[in-house]
C-alpha cells in the first residue's frame, strides 16, 4: 500500500514538473506571437519566463547573450550550477541562452537538470534562433 501512496505521489510531483515546463513555453510562445514587440523585448521576457519552467524557480536565473549583449535579471550572479543552450541562426551560433541555479541542489539528469529541462532550454534557443532569422529576412 505503502508502494502505491509513493508511486502516487512521484507521479504527481513530475506532472507539476510538466505543468511547469509548458506553462514557460506557452509565455515564451505568447511573447513571439505578440504584433509588434521588438527582438529586445522577447529576449528580455524570455528571460523572465524562464524560472517558471524550471524545477527550483526560487533559485533560478537565466541569460541570454545576443548581438553583443546579455540580457539577465537584476541581482545576477554566475554560479557553477549551470546549463546552456546554443542560439543558432543560419547554421551559425548568434548567442546563447544559460539557465543558473543559485544554489546547489541534488544530482539528477544533467548536474541538478532534469532531462525535460534540456529538452526546454534547447526549444527556447530553437525558437529564438529562428526569430532572429525571421527579424533579419525582415530588414532586407
Known amino acids: 500500500m505503502e508502494n502505491n501512496q509513493q508511486s502516487g505521489d512521484n507521479l504527481l510531483i513530475s506532472l507539476r514538473e510538466r505543468a511547469k515546463e509548458l506553462s514557460c513555453l506557452y509565455t515564451v510562445e505568447e511573447l513571439f506571437n505578440r504584433p509588434g514587440i521588438s527582438l529586445h523585448d522577447i529576449i528580455r521576457g524570455i528571460v523572465a519566463a524562464i524560472p517558471m519552467g524550471w524545477q527550483y524557480p526560487d533559485i533560478c536565473r537565466a541569460t541570454i547573450s545576443?548581438?553583443?549583449?546579455?540580457?539577465?535579471?537584476?541581482?545576477?550572479?554566475?554560479?557553477?550550477?549551470?546549463?546552456?543552450?546554443?542560439?543558432?541562426?543560419?547554421?551559425?551560433?548568434?548567442?546563447?541562452?544559460?539557465?543558473?541555479?543559485?544554489?546547489?541542489?541534488?544530482?539528477a539528469d544533467e548536474g541538478p537538470f532534469l532531462k525535460e529541462e534540456r529538452r526546454l532550454i534547447d526549444a527556447i534557443a530553437d525558437r529564438l534562433g529562428r526569430r532572429i532569422l525571421f527579424e533579419k529576412l525582415k530588414d532586407v
Open 66 to 107: 545576443y548581438a553583443g549583449e546579455i540580457y539577465r535579471q537584476p541581482g545576477f550572479a554566475e554560479t557553477p550550477w549551470v546549463m546552456h543552450s546554443e542560439v543558432v541562426s543560419q547554421d551559425t551560433d548568434v548567442g546563447m541562452v544559460s539557465v543558473y541555479y543559485t544554489e546547489e541542489r541534488p544530482a
